[in-house]
Structure formats: C-alpha cells, structure tokens
C-alpha cells in the first residue's frame, strides 16, 4: 500500500475492498454470513489450488522488490508481499502467518512461514485439510517455525507494569476500563451498538469507562452517535495522534472516566491508536482476529469468518481473553460478570505474565531472528 500506482498496490486495494464488502455484508445477512462468508474464510482459503491462484497473481507484485538487495532480511505480514519477494529473487524471505487456522492462502513457497502457536504448527506442517482427496506431504524440515504470538516491543516489555496497574485498577474499585476497537472492515456496527447501550448504566455510575477507537471508519462513530444519543456528550479524539498518545500516556497513570472515542484518516495512526490506548485499557472488547493474540485481557465478541475462530480459543486456553461469545446476550452477560466480580480481569493479568515468562509474546523478536538467519534461537516448539 506503501507504493501508489503500482500493480501491487492496486491489486491489495481491490482485494481489500472486496473482502471488506464481505465482511459488513456477513453481518447484516444471516444467509449470506452462512452460506458463503464462514465456509469461505474457513474452507475456501483453506484450499491448496487457491494458493496457486494466489502464488501466479503475486508475480505481477513484485516490482516494488526489484531495487532491494537480493539478501535483505524480508519479512511479509501477509502471504502475497512474501510471495512477491520470492519471485523477486529475495532469499531472506519470512512469512509471518497471522491465523490459528492453518489455511494454503497463507503459504509462500520459497519463503520460511512462522506461526504463532503449536496448533498452527501441526497443522500447517501436515498441511492439515488442504486437499481433501488425499493426503499432502508434509512441510520441509526448516521451513516452518513456531515462534510465538506477534506482539510489540513496547507491548511486551511493559507486560509486568500494565499488569500490575490493571490488577490494582480491579481491586481498589476504580471504573474498569473497556477498549472497543473497531475492526478493519467496519463490520459489527449493531453489535458494538448493543454493547455500548448495555454499558451507560455502569459508565453514568463511573463503575466503567470505554474507549472506543474506530480507527480510520469515522462514519462508524457518526452512525453509532445517530444511534444512541448519550454519545453526543463523549470526548473526541480524532485526526491528532500526539494528542491520542499524550491521553493515552496520561491514562496509564492516572484516571479515565466516561466515554473516550477516537480515529484518525491516517490507517497507520488508526490502527496503532489501538495499541497506545490497550496498555491503558483493562479489558479490550474485540474479534477474534489479531487482536486474539495480544497480552491485555480480552472479551472475545463473535467473529467475522469462521478462520478466526481459532484466535478465540487459543487466547481462551492461554487464558488471557474470554471464549468466544458469539450472540449480544452472552457479551453483555460477560460485562455483567466481568463488573460484579473483577477480579477475573486479575486473573487474565495473572495469566498474562505467566505465559509472558515463557516467551508467548516473543514471536516477533523471533520472526526477526529468523529473517536474519538465526534458525536455531527463533523457534519456541515444534
């Protein structure tokens, strides 16, 4: 996206306006959610003769990549940059795999794939599901990596201190935090409605206050704001990233009360808001979807494709988020609890700085580790 006019950026900007367009229209039409979006994002993807498709396609990427050094450490966020610098001739090349569900529209051959659990794993290594008429040979050795869950320095290094004030925040009685984030989509907008209504009571009570980032979808606010009058009277953070990380800064010490809403038009500044206000938040009500992976206690909400399922029970089994909660009842019945009895927010804390101690938040130390050679010190389990 970072090169304008180029066939890369043109073909992910399509592709990602198609996908969004999927992605609202599975919320709004029960049907089509059902019988298309789910078994799509779940076994469509899943497919190895979609990967081809895929690996054919990324050859008309690989332009950006031309004037790069043939060794540079190379790191794709997704398969198709992966794959471009493959046919580019790069030979550092890591594949960061984002999903817990083993899917080919992932795979780059050529490139060495990282994933974050031991789930993934097993099932990319046995290329689990990707021709259901028979079964696949496996990955080569050295070609696929457990590393860890893709987190942030700053994220990671300040686990044991963001921990810790979450924990005093759950005990002293202060108003526990909520971080709605806004997908990239914009999906979900009656769902976060539902929630935001469902939580007034305890935020014109000061027994909770929320944050809501919408992050480059500001017709998301002006349509939730439309929607529930109380809104009128939040603070507004938008098109100011210094102010949006001086509040957030301010937040990590001190009070928040009421409702926060922020965004900004820059997609960068939109999407790292996100991890600006999370160190300050003390529960981040999210999909499944990246966000599953993160060290901040989590409410899971209902995904959008069935791929992102896996995001849920892995933070559910690490036990720093919720199981999935797929129906508005049973989001608002998990407030309830979360706001009778906070100390669950301590327990996922707690949980938190004990899968910190064995290096569940490193990957992306180690992605990198990798994409410089480093084969030996990358991996956590295979």
Same mark, same amino acid.
């Given at each position: 996206m970072g090169f304008p006019g180029t066939a890369a950026t043109k073909l992910v900007a399509q592709q990602n306006e198609l996908y969004s367009l999927g992605s609202r229209l599975s919320q709004k039409i029960w049907l089509f959610n059902k019988l298309v979006w789910e078994p799509m994002n779940s076994e469509g993807f899943r497919k190895l003769t979609y990967n081809a498709a895929? @690996?054919?396609?990324?050859e008309l990427m690989v332009a950006p990549y031309r004037d790069l050094p043939a060794d540079i450490p190379f790191i794709g966020t997704h398969a198709w940059p992966a794959q471009a610098a493959v046919h580019a001739g790069l030979t550092n090349v890591v594949d960061a795999i984002p999903d817990n569900w083993p899917m080919a529209l992932h795979l780059a051959e050529g490139a060495v794939h990282a994933v974050q659990t031991p789930s993934a794993y097993l099932g990319y290594k046995a290329l689990r599901g990707m021709d259901k008429k028979r079964t696949l040979n496996p990955m080569p050795e050295g070609s696929l990596y457990c590393t860890g869950h893709y987190i942030d320095h700053e994220l990671v290094v300040n686990i044991p201190f963001d921990c810790l004030k979450r924990i005093d925040r759950a005990l002293d009685g202060s108003p526990t935090r909520y971080l709605l984030s806004v997908g990239g989509a914009g999906a979900q907008q009656d769902l976060f409605q539902g929630i935001i209504?469902?939580? $007034? &009571? =305890?935020?014109?009570? #000061?027994? /909770?206050? $929320? =944050? *809501?980032? *919408? !992050? %480059?979808?500001? %017709? *998301?606010?002006?349509? $939730?704001?439309?929607?529930? &009058? @109380?809104? /009128?009277n939040a603070t507004e953070h938008f098109d100011d990233f210094g102010e949006i990380q001086a509040y957030a800064e301010s937040a990590l010490e001190g009070e928040a009360h009421g409702i926060h809403a922020f965004g900004s038009s820059d997609i960068f500044a939109a999407v790292y808001s996100t991890n600006l206000l999370m160190r300050a938040c003390d529960l981040l009500v999210t999909k499944p979807s990246e966000l599953a992976f993160y060290p901040v206690p989590k409410l899971m909400i209902k995904r959008v494709g069935g791929h992102e399922a896996w995001g849920a029970i892995r /933070?559910?089994? *690490? !036990?720093? !988020?919720?199981?999935? $909660?797929?129906?508005?009842?049973?989001?608002?019945?998990?407030?309830?609890?979360?706001q009778a009895e906070p100390a669950i927010i301590a327990d996922m804390c707690d949980n938190i700085v004990a899968a910190d101690a064995v290096g569940t938040y490193d990957g992306a130390y180690r992605v990198v580790q990798?994409?410089? !050679? %480093? #084969?030996?010190?990358?991996a956590i389990a295979e």
């Amino acid at each position: 996206m970072g090169f304008p006019g180029t066939a890369a950026t043109k073909l992910v900007a399509q592709q990602n306006e198609l996908y969004s367009l999927g992605s609202r229209l599975s919320q709004k039409i029960w049907l089509f959610n059902k019988l298309v979006w789910e078994p799509m994002n779940s076994e469509g993807f899943r497919k190895l003769t979609y990967n081809a498709a895929d @690996q054919k396609a990324s050859e008309l990427m690989v332009a950006p990549y031309r004037d790069l050094p043939a060794d540079i450490p190379f790191i794709g966020t997704h398969a198709w940059p992966a794959q471009a610098a493959v046919h580019a001739g790069l030979t550092n090349v890591v594949d960061a795999i984002p999903d817990n569900w083993p899917m080919a529209l992932h795979l780059a051959e050529g490139a060495v794939h990282a994933v974050q659990t031991p789930s993934a794993y097993l099932g990319y290594k046995a290329l689990r599901g990707m021709d259901k008429k028979r079964t696949l040979n496996p990955m080569p050795e050295g070609s696929l990596y457990c590393t860890g869950h893709y987190i942030d320095h700053e994220l990671v290094v300040n686990i044991p201190f963001d921990c810790l004030k979450r924990i005093d925040r759950a005990l002293d009685g202060s108003p526990t935090r909520y971080l709605l984030s806004v997908g990239g989509a914009g999906a979900q907008q009656d769902l976060f409605q539902g929630i935001i209504e469902h939580m $007034l &009571p =305890f935020i014109d009570a #000061d027994q /909770a206050a $929320l =944050f *809501v980032n *919408v !992050g %480059d979808h500001a %017709d *998301v606010w002006e349509s $939730l704001k439309a929607r529930i &009058p @109380q809104l /009128a009277n939040a603070t507004e953070h938008f098109d100011d990233f210094g102010e949006i990380q001086a509040y957030a800064e301010s937040a990590l010490e001190g009070e928040a009360h009421g409702i926060h809403a922020f965004g900004s038009s820059d997609i960068f500044a939109a999407v790292y808001s996100t991890n600006l206000l999370m160190r300050a938040c003390d529960l981040l009500v999210t999909k499944p979807s990246e966000l599953a992976f993160y060290p901040v206690p989590k409410l899971m909400i209902k995904r959008v494709g069935g791929h992102e399922a896996w995001g849920a029970i892995r /933070a559910a089994e *690490v !036990g720093d !988020g919720t199981y999935e $909660l797929e129906t508005l009842q049973e989001i608002c019945g998990m407030i309830d609890l979360v706001q009778a009895e906070p100390a669950i927010i301590a327990d996922m804390c707690d949980n938190i700085v004990a899968a910190d101690a064995v290096g569940t938040y490193d990957g992306a130390y180690r992605v990198v580790q990798l994409a410089c !050679g %480093d #084969d030996a010190g990358a991996a956590i389990a295979e």
